[in-house]
C-alpha cells in the first residue's frame, strides 16, 4: 500500500516539476494585461477588437466560474463567452475601470483584489450599501463601485485556464 502511495507522490511531484513556473514578476504583468484588456472591453465605444484581445489572453478550454450570494455558480467556455461579449458589445457598459489593489501570487496563478467602477446596464443584480441583492432592469443605468476578488490560473503557454470571479 504504502509502495503505491510513494509512487504516486513521485509522479505528481515530478509532473508539477514538469510545468514551466511563472516568476511573480511576470504574473504581475499578466494580471495587468488582463485588467487592461478587460477595461477596454467594457466601455461604450468597445470594438470587435477588444474582444479578440481579451479572448487571446484565454486559454481554448478555459473554465471561468462566477460566484455571487443568492446565486448558483455559473461555469462558462471560451465559445459561450465569446458569444456573450459579441451580443453585449457597446450596449451594456457606458463606461468601466477595474484597478488592482492587492494580489498574491502562487504557482502559475494569481489573486487579485481589483476595484472595478463602472456604469452600466442589463446587469440583472447588484449589491446595495447593506450588501443585499437587488434587480434592476434591463434599460436601467446603475453607477457604482464594486470589489471583486479574482483567481486567475495560467497553463504552461501563458493564458488563462482558469477564471474565478467572486464578490470582495
Request: aromatic content about 10%; hydrophobic content about 40%.
Amino acid at each position: 500500500m504504502y509502495k503505491y502511495i510513494i509512487c504516486f507522490l513521485v509522479i505528481v511531484s515530478i509532473q508539477v516539476g514538469a510545468m514551466e513556473r511563472f516568476s511573480a514578476q511576470e504574473l504581475l504583468q499578466y494580471a495587468q494585461r488582463y485588467v487592461e484588456a478587460k477595461n477596454k472591453l467594457q466601455q461604450i465605444n468597445s470594438a470587435e477588437q477588444d474582444i479578440n484581445n481579451y479572448l487571446a489572453l484565454l486559454s481554448s478550454d478555459i473554465k471561468i466560474e462566477t460566484v455571487f450570494p443568492d446565486m448558483e455558480p455559473v461555469l462558462t467556455r471560451k465559445n459561450e463567452l465569446k458569444d456573450q461579449m459579441f451580443r453585449a458589445l457597446g450596449n451594456e457598459y457606458d463606461y468601466s475601470e477595474m484597478n488592482i489593489q492587492e494580489s498574491m501570487v502562487g504557482l502559475n496563478s494569481i489573486i487579485l483584489k481589483v476595484t472595478e467602477k463602472s456604469k452600466h446596464k442589463g446587469i440583472v443584480s447588484f449589491l446595495d450599501e447593506h450588501k443585499y441583492i437587488r434587480k434592476i432592469g434591463p434599460d436601467r443605468f446603475i453607477e457604482g463601485e464594486i470589489t471583486f476578488v479574482i483567481t486567475l490560473q495560467l497553463d504552461q503557454r501563458g493564458l488563462i485556464e482558469f477564471m474565478s470571479i467572486r464578490l470582495g
